[in-house]
């Protein structure tokens, strides 16, 4: 069983498109995070949200705490925007993250 | 800037020997992690520590050993090599606790094959 759900596993894009990345989460979380890998395997925090939304850019993070669900979406996507994103969920009885799988997105110039 | 620093980026070591793996963190971070990534699986909890010298069990612990001496370093250990463990290993901190909003941070990865 999968603590965190996200979805598409995979997704093409072209340059410009607006795309949409979702993440389930089952457990009880205290931040939802958002994290991005590039080929290469470093990994950075772009979001963490423990309620509404926020904007960085031309990234914009959601989360309905009630439906226990969170988007990541990309204005205008860009071939750099291509990476693996992950969405991971840290428990609210402390100290323990839980990750999805991650979706990996190319976009195609 | 902070850091997670990992020793070995890269690291080929044959079936049977003892492989360390060092990270070392800058942000006074109470806890710290280990996991291994492969293709379809994700990210997977080898073992935590949330202070010195102390220790959780994750996911995927055997065949894996930590150490945590000092609150900024956290090492793992693979005390017999196998070419299952051939992987990428990501070491991660955190502040501790209960708060909201603790940031992860993580290393660059380490790629070990075992051979």
């Known amino acids: 069983k999968n603590e965190v759900e996200q979805s598409p596993q995979n997704l093409t894009a072209q340059e410009g498109e607006f795309i949409t990345i979702n993440c389930s989460y089952s457990v009880g979380i205290s931040a939802l995070h958002w994290l991005q890998q590039h080929p290469g395997g470093g990994i950075v925090s772009l979001f963490m949200?423990?309620?509404g939304k926020k904007k960085h850019g031309r990234l914009i993070a959601t989360i309905n705490i009630q439906e226990k669900h969170s988007s990541l979406h990309i204005t205008a996507s860009h071939p750099r925007d291509s990476a693996v994103y992950i969405c991971?969920?840290?428990?609210?009885?402390?100290?323990?993250?839980?990750f999805g799988t991650g979706t990996s997105l190319t976009v195609i110039p | 800037d902070v850091k997670v620093t990992q020793s070995s980026r890269y690291l080929v070591k044959r079936t049977g020997e003892k492989v360390f793996l060092e990270c070392v963190q800058d942000m006074d971070h109470e806890n710290m992690f280990w996991y291994r990534q492969d293709p379809g699986l994700g990210l997977r909890l080898i073992y935590f520590s949330y202070d010195v010298k102390m220790k959780e069990k994750g996911d995927i612990p055997e065949g894996y050993s930590v150490s945590r001496e000092k609150k900024e370093r956290f090492s793992l250990i693979l005390e017999s090599a196998s070419t299952n463990q051939t992987s990428m290993y990501l070491c991660?901190?955190?502040?501790?606790?209960?708060?909201?909003?603790?940031?992860?941070?993580f290393g660059e990865g380490s790629w070990l094959t075992v051979v």
């Open positions: 991660a901190s955190s502040l501790g606790g209960k708060r909201t909003g603790n940031t992860i941070y």
């Open positions: 991971a969920a840290y428990s609210n009885t402390g100290n323990q993250f839980y």
């Open positions: 949200l423990s309620s």
